[in-house]
DNA sequence: AAGTTATTGCGTATGGCATACCCTTTGGCG
DNA sequence: CGCCAAAGGGTATGCCATACGCAATAACTT
C-alpha cells in the first residue's frame, strides 16, 4: 500500500543484499535535474549513472512518477526554524526559505504543479507556516489562506526567474508597429531603473505581508 | 522569420491545396488537452482526431513545444477591458480574468511553467495590467513588481484548485503519531469552518491589493 | 548441512513518443 | 502545358516507461 514518501524503504532481510537504496537512487535522480533539467531525468540515466541496469530501479521505486515526489520531498527538506516571536518576521523567514529551493533545484517548480500527493516534509513545511500564524486571531482557514497567498507568491517569483521563465519577444517588440500596440510595457521595458530579480520577490512579499497586517489591524 | 506566434501563418499560393491549417491544429490540441490533459496530448493524437497523418502537422507547426506554446496564447485570449478608473477595482477584473483561463484549461497552468516565448496576447494581458496602474504615481518598475505579485496569486490559487494540485496523505495524517507532528494542520483540517476554494483566491487577492494600497497612501 | 523461498539484478520485449528523411502528388505560375 | 514549390504522409530512428520472466543470492527452516 501507501507510500514510500512516508513510509520510506522497507526491505526484509531475505535474498540477496541490494546494491542500491532508495537514497541514492533519488540523489542521483536530484542531481541530474539540478544540472539538465527535468528533461533529461529518465530512468534509463538515473541507472547509467549508478552503475545499474534501468530495471533494477523499479525494485526501489514503482515508477517515475513517485521517483519525481520522492525528489521534491527531498529537495524541500525540513522547514525552517520560526521563533520570532512576530508572524511578520515568521513568514518572511518561511518564504525566502521556500524561495531559495527553488533557486537551488529550478526543476521542482514545474515538479510542483500539477496533481501530487505531498510528502512529509512538505506537510511540514505547512505545518510551519500555518503555526507561526497561531497568535494572530485568524480563523483556522484564514490562516490556510494566508499561508496560500505567500506560497503564490514565492512560485509567481520562481516562475519568472532569469533563464527559467517566460521571455518577451524582443524581436518582435521592436518593430514599431508592434511596440505601440504595448505603451505601458514599453515604458518598462525602456525605464533605466534597474530590475534586480531579487527585488522582485521581495516586493511583492512585503506588500502581501502590508495586506494581512491591515486585516488584523481592522480587528483588534 | 522565427515566430509562428508573433507572424501567424504565412503559405504561399504554389503547390496543393493545404487539408489543414495552424487554426484547426491549434484547436484540435486544445480540445485533446481540455478533455484528457497534457499528457493525452500527441502528435499522432492530433493528426487522428484531424483525420490527417502524424507528418503532416509539421508542414504547419515546427515541433510540440511550438504547438503548447500556440496552444497557450490562444486560450489566454485578449485581456478583459479595464475601464472603471479605479486601478483597484481593474486589477481584481483583471485578476479574475486570468483565473478564469485557468480554471477552464487546467493543462495551462503546467503549459507556462518553465522556459518558453510569450506570445501577442499574453504580451497584452502583460500590457493590460501594466496600463491600470498607470495613474498611480509608482515607477516602471514598480508597476511591473505589483502585476507579478497579483499574477503570483493566480498561479497560486490556481495550482491548488481541487483535483489539479497536491493533495494530503490523508491515511498518513489520520495516523496519531503522524497527526501530532502537524498541530496547527489538524487544526485546519477538523475545523468546521466552510472551505471555498473561489474564497482562497478573493481572499488573497483582497490581502495584495489591501496591501498596494497601503504602499499608495504612504506616498499621497 | 541441505533445502526452501523471498528477493535482487537485469535482459528482453512491448508499445508509445517526437521527429528526420524522402517520395509521391498537386496545382499555380511562367 | 510543363515546371517546381509546397503539401500529404509512409517509413525509419532513437528515446522512453515499464511488464515479464529468469537466474543468482542468501536468510530462514528443518
Chains 1, 2 share one sequence.
Request: glycine share 8%; net charge negative; charged share 25%.
Amino acid at each position: 500500500m501507501t507510500d514510500l514518501l512516508w513510509e520510506g524503504e522497507r526491505r526484509s532481510g531475505r535474498g540477496p543484499k541490494p546494491a542500491l537504496s532508495l537514497d541514492r537512487i533519488v540523489q542521483a535522480a536530484i542531481a541530474i535535474a539540478d544540472a539538465e533539467g527535468l528533461g533529461a531525468l529518465s530512468m534509463q540515466r538515473v541507472a547509467t549513472d549508478l552503475g545499474a541496469g534501468t530495471m533494477s530501479l523499479y525494485r526501489y521505486v514503482p515508477g517515475k512518477e513517485e521517483l519525481i515526489n520522492l525528489m521534491v520531498d527531498r529537495v524541500v527538506g525540513d522547514p525552517p526554524t520560526l521563533d520570532s516571536e512576530s508572524w511578520r518576521t515568521d513568514l518572511r523567514t518561511w518564504a525566502h526559505a521556500s524561495h531559495d529551493v527553488f533557486r537551488r533545484h529550478p526543476w521542482s517548480l514545474s515538479a510542483v504543479t500539477g496533481k501530487r500527493s505531498l510528502g512529509p516534509n512538505e506537510t511540514a513545511w505547512a505545518e510551519s507556516a500555518l503555526a507561526a500564524l497561531s497568535g494572530t486571531g485568524l480563523s483556522p482557514a484564514e490562516r490556510l489562506k494566508v499561508v496560500n497567498v505567500v506560497n503564490g507568491q514565492v512560485r509567481g517569483a520562481a516562475q519568472i526567474s532569469p533563464g527559467h521563465g517566460p521571455v518577451l519577444n524582443i524581436e518582435a517588440l521592436s518593430r514599431p508597429e508592434v511596440a505601440q500596440r504595448f505603451p505601458s510595457l514599453m515604458a518598462v521595458l525602456s525605464s533605466d531603473e534597474e530590475f534586480d530579480m531579487a527585488d522582485v520577490f521581495e516586493f511583492g512579499l512585503q506588500r502581501i505581508l502590508d495586506g494581512i497586517d491591515a486585516l488584523l489591524q481592522t480587528r483588534s
